[in-house]
């Protein structure tokens, strides 16, 4: 979302300054069916991808309709606001500020029962003021921006939107009152526009992100609790380092000083040896809002993997280095990994060896396993920023051409996009979504094992949570 979650739409990374717009209202959503070769415009790689046989199913755009969510407006929708309606209609102005303090206890948004099995009626609020002039909800589940304004409810301070969703959605969302109204594909000073995002006050449930930027967190009621970060008693910790708020500092020979954190399941540190070796990109937030460690301590315990190290790298330029970049990978191949392999005296096998992003870092993932499957022997691919390429050599998805046209490599795939990521980047760009499909495509055309996740929602680590632990077992899982 815009500000929250890199990447994807409207919205901007979390710790980047990326930018990405989204499909312009009234536009039609490219239909995943004329994929993979419908998005290609250059010759050269219409040829390639026509040597390759598809042999997935192509998904129509009737198929997808009932994913997407439903923006609602004209009658409406929530029984609640109906009833709220009502009574103000019929001479009880003093329900609305019944209605405000029920939502106060309760927290908003509201949650109703969705006009279908499995949705969920989820109404945005906001509370005005004589002078508020209009309210954006900013979410990624709606890609038509003038669907993303709230109207008021007649003769009250009560601003409204409803939207039919998957109840088990999982998303950040922030409000922006008094919003400039620029589409956000054509918004051009950031900077400005997001300092008047903030987020839901009558939501306890929220996230604060550098010092100044906060979002809500919308949980519905079908969303699943995920067993793999509960908080277990009787399972042993395995070793993070550094403790407290320090990091190593990892100085690389061209590209500046690298902050790393290592977490290895119990014993390893002490035993050394063998081992799986998760890397993350983007290393702060996969621990410090992914709760990973904790992940791996259950995923250990239980014995559904084994004896793991993951290392969690940041790096100084992520713009620079998470667009398939070959010094970066020549940095993490040559200089960072043996460096961990001297301090824990571990051995790793590219087999077991999985490079690990979201967004951007996703991206880089694939790229990894494309280039070093010497070293990188799987990739889990988060909302993987797959539209990149016209800034490389002015076409898109520059890395799903890459593939299409080399011969395959060792490597194993998994792809997580969000149900939500049909923003662009740009009016003549591709979703996340449809850009991760496609390369689900390619790579299955070409005889890649690939897991393929959907997940019912955003980009945002709400989302990232759910198929973190799905694609750590699909890529690491014990064989035993």
């Known amino acids: 979302m815009q500000g929250a979650a890199a990447a994807h739409g409207r919205r901007t990374r979390i710790g980047a300054t990326i930018r990405w717009g989204r499909r312009p209202a009234g536009a039609e959503v490219p239909d995943p069916g004329v994929l993979p070769f419908g998005l290609f415009r250059s010759r050269r790689v219409l040829d390639a991808l026509r040597r390759v046989r598809v042999s997935s199913r192509p998904m129509g755009a009737g198929m997808l309709a009932p994913f997407l969510l439903t923006g609602l407006s004209g009658p409406l929708e929530s029984p609640r606001l109906a009833r709220l309606s009502a009574d103000v209609a019929g001479g009880r102005p ?7 303090k029920e939502m106060e206890k309760q927290g908003t948004p509201l949650y109703e029962p969705g006009p279908e099995a499995g949705r969920t009626l989820v109404t945005f609020l906001w509370r005005g003021t004589p002078g508020t002039r209009n ?7 709606e890609p038509d921006f003038e669907r993303l304004a709230l109207a008021r409810l007649a003769d009250t301070d009560v601003w409204h939107r409803s939207y039919s969703l998957p109840s088990e959605a999982r998303f950040y969302y922030q409000f922006s009152p008094d919003d400039s109204l620029v589409p956000f594909e054509r918004e051009r000073d950031w900077g400005t526009r997001e300092k008047g995002f903030t987020a839901d006050p009558l939501n306890r449930k929220g996230i604060l992100i550098g010092t100044s930027r906060r979002f809500s967190l919308a949980v519905l009621p079908g969303a699943p609790e995920i067993a793999a970060y509960a908080e277990r008693p009787g399972v042993k910790n ?5 403790g407290g708020a320090g990091a190593f500092q990892i100085r690389s020979r061209s590209l500046g000083d ?3 954190w290592i977490y290895t399941t119990p014993g390893l540190a002490e035993a050394g040896g063998a081992a799986s070796l998760l890397l993350f990109l983007d290393g702060s937030g996969a621990w410090q809002v992914l709760p990973s460690a904790r992940m791996l301590d259950n995923l250990f315990h239980d014995g559904r993997i084994g004896a793991t190290a993951a290392v969690y790298a940041d790096s100084p330029d992520r713009e620079r280095d998470l667009a398939c970049s070959d010094a970066y990978l020549s940095f993490l191949v040559d200089e960072l990994l043996p460096w961990v392999r001297g301090k824990y005296r571990l051995e790793f096998d590219a087999a077991r ?15 990894a396993c494309l280039r070093r499957p010497d070293t990188f022997g799987a990739a ?4 993987p920023s797959l539209w990149w390429g016209a800034a490389r050599d002015g076409e898109n998805e520059w890395l799903a051409r890459q593939f299409a046209r080399e011969e395959r490599v060792a490597a194993r795939f998994f792809l997580a996009p969000g149900l939500f990521e049909t923003g662009r980047n740009a009016p003549t760009s591709i979703s996340i979504l449809f850009s991760t499909r496609h390369l689900r495509d390619v790579l299955l055309a070409k005889g890649y094992p690939v897991v393929h996740r959907e997940v019912a929602g955003g980009h945002d680590p709400l989302n990232w949570e759910v198929s973190l632990p799905e694609g750590v077992l699909a890529l690491l899982g014990s064989t035993k």
């Open 258 to 260: 690298h902050r790393v």
């Open 380 to 383: 889990m691919m988060q909302s």
């Open 135 to 141: 309210v954006l909800v900013n979410f990624d589940g």
């Open 238 to 242: 395995g070793k993070f380092e550094p």
């Open 94 to 100: 003093e329900a609305v500020a019944e209605f405000w």
């Open 353 to 367: 060896t999985v490079v690990s992003g979201r967004s951007l870092g996703g991206l880089f993932a694939g790229y």
